[in-house]
């Protein structure tokens, strides 16, 4: 299995890029969502995010489960992208009011270790796609869990690009490959 991540800030192409990136792959495609549609303004976001998606993607909805659903999938398609590893962490944030750091620290090195373990175990070409936010490159939140937010998300992005084959920073639409 092949890993690529890719990262970047709000709206900076990251989705696309990665969706036109898999385009030269054959074989089935698998989109994992993590976003959850809890308001009007996010199903508006996840609406907009599918009519923008080709066809060609059998879409699956994980808000928390991710290496479970990856495992699944890894048998049956050749390319699995998930949108995104922020979504998700957002999700491991919100199944409680204030997250203690261990409970989230250790959601995310499980799923990186299993993400890792399928890695070496993978006996096909399944490439594996990783989307997530760059949160860290602004202001100091001004409150404790804005900053644990930010901080768990670098820890995160920091994880997925030490496994991943090749790490992609986008920025204002442009690519720029960082290993």
Known sequence: MKIIFITGGSRSGKSSYAIKLSERHSGAKAFIATAQALDDEMRLRIDTHKRQRPDVWETF???LHLAQTI?????????????????????IFMREPFPEIETITRDIDACISSIKKLKDAASNDTHLYLVSNEVGMSIVP??????LFRDAAGWLNQQAAAIADEVYLVVSGLPLKLK
């Open 61 to 63: 909805e994980e808000p």
């Open 142 to 147: 001004d409150n404790k869990l804005a900053r």
């Open 71 to 91: 495992a699944r999938l890894v048998e049956t398609h050749e390319v699995i992208l998930i949108d995104c590893l922020t979504l998700w962490l957002t999700n």
